[in-house]
């Protein structure tokens, strides 16, 4: 069965660093996202993605933050310059088409980032 | 008010037992919705979908009330592998392209001997 992948499985980074998640979206996948979950808390919307641009960002998203798909398979989220409350498990999620709102998205197994 | 309200639990049953778990979600623009499980630590999955009809998969039932906002799962004849967290999620479409999911809090569930 196809499945999202995710690189690496942990991050651990100093503080004021790049990063650069990388996901390979199972291959026939139209839409793409990313999540992330602090510990302990919920699982939170970050972007969607189609087309190659952006179709929805919400508000931790802001302008440290960037999506690309460098070619037809990846599909990364950057961090310029991280924070400590960055520290999360980042998930990448796609999903095949537009459905009448009724699409499942499917997740990877994500990327623990580690800020110190 | 939380987009997505759930009991945070922890329900611990005994091996066999019904157990049912509430969702109330505040945006009536959410077009569709789903029961996701997490394991610690892992991805959430889904579970199944939730129809206004009700729907049944195996021991697994979910309903939706459309008009009260509210969402249920129903768990029969539990098993020791259903003990996860169970996360109630809305759905909409968003314009650009693609569907924004928002995520409860998650109900723990612990399944005994």
């Known amino acids: 069965e196809p499945e999202v992948t995710q690189t690496p499985s942990h991050q651990v980074t100093q503080m004021g660093q790049e990063v650069i998640l990388r996901c390979v979206p199972i291959s026939n996948h139209l839409y793409f996202y990313w999540y992330r979950q602090i510990l302990g808390q919920k699982v939170e919307f970050l972007v969607s993605?189609?087309?190659?641009?952006?179709?929805?960002k919400s508000e931790i998203f802001d302008d440290q933050f960037s999506v690309e798909r460098p070619d037809g398979s990846n599909f990364t989220l950057k961090i310029r310059s991280t924070k400590l409350e960055d520290s999360a498990m980042y998930f990448c999620?796609?999903?095949?088409?537009?459905?009448?709102?009724?699409?499942?998205?499917?997740f990877g197994p994500g990327t623990r980032l580690t800020v110190l | 008010r939380k987009e997505v309200e759930q009991d945070p639990g922890p329900f611990n049953v005994p091996e066999g037992a019904t157990v049912a778990f509430n969702c109330t979600y505040s945006n009536s623009a959410s077009q569709s919705f789903f029961w996701y499980r997490q394991d610690c630590r892992k991805e959430p999955k889904l579970l199944m979908s939730v129809y206004s009809s009700g729907n049944e998969d195996g021991r697994f039932t979910a309903q939706l009330n459309r008009a009260s906002q509210y969402i249920s799962l129903l768990i029969r004849d539990s098993k020791l592998s259903d003990s996860a967290t169970y996360l109630c999620v809305v759905n909409r479409v968003v314009t650009g392209g693609g569907n924004k999911l928002t995520f409860g809090t998650g109900t723990q569930l612990k399944v005994e001997l």
């Open positions: 999620a796609s999903s095949p088409s537009l459905a009448g709102g009724t699409d499942t998205q499917y």
């Open positions: 993605f189609y087309n190659n641009e952006i179709s929805e």
